[in-house]
C-alpha cells in the first residue's frame, strides 16, 4: 500500500480535472466508481481508479478522498493491489508509481506546515 495525505488551497473542480488527466494519461487506466456527498458545509468526493502496473504485471488500484471545508482541501489517495505474494507484500512499485501521478499534481495545491 503507498498513500499521500495533503491539505490543498484551491478550486476543488480544478483540481480534480488535473488529477483525472494525470491519470487519465495511462492508457491502462479507468475511472471505476465516484461517490459525491454534502455533510453540513463539507464536500466529499471519493474516486477509484485501477491501471495496469507493467512493472508488477497486476492491476493497481486507487481511491482518493477530497474533503472540502472552510476554505481548505483535504485529500488522501490510497493504492493497493501492486503485489504479486501471497503472503507477503513484494513489488510495490506498481501502488508507489500510481501515487506519484497524483502527487505530482497535487504538490502545488498543498499548503504547507499542515
Known amino acids: 500500500m503507498a ?13 480534480i480535472g488535473e488529477v483525472e488527466r494525470a491519470i487519465d494519461s495511462s492508457v491502462t487506466s479507468s475511472h471505476e466508481e465516484s461517490v459525491f456527498r454534502s455533510v453540513g458545509d463539507a464536500r466529499i468526493i471519493i474516486r477509484a481508479y485501477e ?3 507493467y512493472l508488477g504485471q497486476n492491476r493497481v488500484g486507487l ?5 472540502e471545508s472552510g476554505g481548505e482541501i483535504y485529500v488522501c489517495a490510497v493504492a493497493t493491489g501492486g503485489s504479486q505474494a501471497v ?9 508507489q508509481s500510481f501515487i506519484e501521478v497524483v502527487e505530482k499534481v ?3 495545491y ?3 506546515g499542515v
Do not use: H, P
Request: without cysteine.
Open 51 to 53: 491501471r495496469y502496473s
Open 3 to 15: 498513500k499521500y495525505e495533503a491539505v490543498l488551497k484551491g478550486d476543488l473542480a480544478k483540481i
Open 87 to 95: 503472503l507477503f507484500k513484494i513489488n510495490t512499485l506498481g501502488e
Open 110 to 112: 498543498r499548503i504547507r
Open 106 to 108: 497535487l504538490e502545488k
Open 63 to 67: 481511491t482518493i478522498t477530497y474533503v
